[in-house]
C-alpha cells in the first residue's frame, strides 16, 4: 500500500533557529500533499495545502514566513519552521494524495508518522 | 463551517468487551465522514469511511461505523475489543467535492487486560 515518509521523527532545536521536515511518498506521487499540527490533546489542524510546483495555500491564520512549505517534486514536500519558538513546539503530520486514488474528492489520503518538534 | 465533537477524551474497557466511539459533525449538508486511528508515534490510518448508501460502513480490524442523519452522528464500534486496539481515535469530516478534512479532538482508548 502507499506508504509516506515523515523525517525526522522527533527534533529538538534552540530557540531562533530553523527546522525543516520532510515528508516523502515512497511509492506513488503525490500532487497534493497536506500539513496539520496537532497539539496536546487538541485535533489536527490543518495548516497548508502544498501543490507539487506551486505555492503552497496556507489556513487563516499560519504565518507564510514562519513556516515555509515547498514542494518541489511528486515525491516531497518540506515544511521549514523558520525562528522557532517555544511556542512551536508541537507535533506535526503530513499526508499525501496517491493520484491512483482517484479524484481529490475521494480523500484518499496517506499520512506520515508525525514529527515531535521541541523547541528550548 | 464544519465542525466535529469527540465527546469522550478518555475511554477505558476491558479486553473482549464492545466499544462504542462517540462523533458528532456540523455540517450543513451529508459530508464525507472518516474514522482514523493513531497508534502512539505513529501515523493515521483510515479504519472507515462513509460517502453515501448504506448507513452501517464496515471497516478494518473489525471496526464499523454508523451514520445516523437526525443524529448527526457517525459513531464507531467495535463487538470485542482487543489489547492491540489501544489507540488515539480520530473523526474526520470532509465536504463532498471538496478536499479539506476537519478532526475532532479524539478519543484515547485504553484496554484492560
Known amino acids: 500500500g502507499a506508504v509516506v515518509s515523515q523525517h525526522p521523527s522527533r527534533v529538538i532545536c534552540k530557540s531562533g533557529t530553523s527546522v525543516k521536515i520532510e515528508c516523502r511518498s515512497l511509492d506513488f506521487q503525490a500532487t497534493t500533499m497536506f500539513w496539520y499540527r496537532q497539539f496536546p490533546k487538541k485535533s489536527l489542524m490543518l495548516m497548508a495545502t502544498s501543490n507539487e510546483g506551486s505555492k503552497a495555500t496556507y489556513e487563516q491564520g499560519v504565518e507564510k514566513d514562519k513556516f515555509l512549505i515547498n514542494h518541489a517534486s511528486l515525491t516531497l514536500s518540506t515544511l521549514t519552521v523558520t525562528s522557532a519558538h517555544p511556542e512551536d513546539s508541537s507535533f506535526y503530520i503530513c499526508s499525501a494524495r496517491d493520484l491512483e486514488q482517484g479524484a481529490l474528492t475521494n480523500y484518499g489520503y496517506t499520512f506520515g508518522s508525525g514529527t515531535r518538534l521541541t523547541v528550548v | 463551517a464544519q465542525s466535529v465533537t469527540q465527546p469522550d477524551i478518555h475511554i477505558t474497557v476491558s479486553e473482549g468487551a464492545s466499544l462504542e466511539l462517540r462523533c458528532n459533525y456540523s455540517y450543513g449538508a451529508t459530508p464525507y465522514l472518516f474514522w482514523y486511528v493513531q497508534s502512539p508515534g505513529q501515523g493515521l490510518q483510515l479504519l472507515l469511511k462513509?460517502?453515501?448508501?448504506?448507513?452501517l460502513v464496515q471497516g478494518i480490524k473489525g471496526f464499523e461505523a454508523e451514520f445516523k442523519r437526525s443524529q448527526s452522528s457517525f459513531n464507531l464500534r467495535k463487538p470485542s475489543v482487543h489489547w492491540s486496539d489501544a489507540a488515539e481515535y480520530f473523526c474526520?469530516?470532509?465536504?463532498?467535492?471538496?478536499?479539506?478534512?476537519?478532526f475532532g479532538t479524539g478519543t484515547q482508548l485504553k484496554v484492560e487486560l
Open positions: 462513509y460517502f453515501s448508501g448504506d448507513t
Open positions: 474526520a469530516v470532509g465536504p463532498p467535492g471538496g478536499n479539506k478534512l476537519t
